[in-house]
Nanobody, 126 residues
Framework: QVQLVESGGGSVQAGGSLRLSCAAS????????LGWFRQAPGREREGVVAIDSDGRIIYADSVKGRFTISQDNAKNTLYLQMNSLKPEDTAMYYC????????????????????WGQGTQVTVSS
């Protein structure tokens, strides 16, 4: 089974940027659905952005225009570029993968994913 390791979290001021990385233990391009999720204290885990094995991407409305997902297939690494960060973006961010095909309208549903990284903390101060 694929193993996922996130990195790149940290503390930034509002308006700043961070880039998260998710290194996979095996080749994922066009084989897995991949997603970024986040969970703030006291809140449910929510989908941020996901990409299916056909390359279709779906963003949560709250991050559209600010966050960008990308892949480096040679490095088996998924990225999340986060710009114009807001205090409400503060959360633990998780990378997730799913080997089977996920219907695109379910890509941001955490229950659809079986493989998860350990998370990386993002803190945005005002």
């Amino acid at each position: 089974q694929v193993q996922l390791v996130e990195s790149g979290g940290g503390s930034v001021q509002a308006g700043g940027s961070l880039r998260l990385s998710c290194a996979a233990s095996e080749y994922t391009y066009k084989r897995y659905c991949l997603g970024w999720f986040r969970q703030a204290p006291g809140r449910e885990r929510e989908g941020v952005v996901a990409i299916d094995s056909d390359g279709r991407i779906i963003y949560a409305d709250s991050v559209k225009g600010r966050f960008t997902i990308s892949q480096d297939n040679a490095k088996n690494t998924l990225y999340l570029q986060m710009n114009s960060l807001k205090p409400e973006d503060t959360a633990m961010y998780y990378c997730a993968a799913e080997r089977r095909r996920v219907r695109w309208w379910l890509l941001l549903h955490s229950d659809e994913y079986n493989y998860w990284g350990q998370g990386t903390q993002v803190t945005v101060s005002s």
